[in-house]
């Protein structure tokens, strides 16, 4: 069982910055996979970022050269720092962990989200 915990969601403004961060129960250096998502609603759940164990990144077109993810494995947090945000950017974001792609530990765990919301 992994849990999520997310923070750093509230009120940004257009062409600001917000870091968001997500502390995990368990060593998230045995976690293969951890991306950040949002949803707006009437929305799709949407990846926008992921980083894996070996160190491979992936950006969503819509946040590539703004968003950046990153872990620290001796805090146990992965944490999207949010540059130039754009009002498109309010949404709930979600940490997710997907433990390993192979098993048992094929398993999808979720943050509750974190609200950010972009004004001008």
């Known amino acids: 069982q992994v849990q999520l915990v997310e923070s750093g969601g509230g009120l940004g403004q257009t062409g600001g910055s917000l870091r968001l961060s997500c502390v995990a129960s368990?060593?998230?250096?045995?976690?293969?996979?951890m991306s950040w998502f949002r949803q707006t609603p009437g929305k799709q759940r949407e990846l926008i970022a992921r980083?894996?164990?070996?160190?491979?990144?992936y950006y969503s077109s819509s946040v590539k050269g703004r968003f950046a993810i990153s872990r620290d494995n001796t805090k146990n947090t992965v944490s999207l720092q949010m540059n130039n945000l754009k009002t498109d950017d309010t949404a709930v974001y979600y940490c997710h962990a997907r433990p390993s792609i192979f098993g048992a530990e094929a398993q999808d765990y979720w943050g509750q989200g974190t609200q950010v919301t972009v004004s001008s």
């Open positions: 368990v060593p998230i250096s045995t976690l293969y996979q």
């Open positions: 980083t894996f164990l070996r160190g491979d990144q």
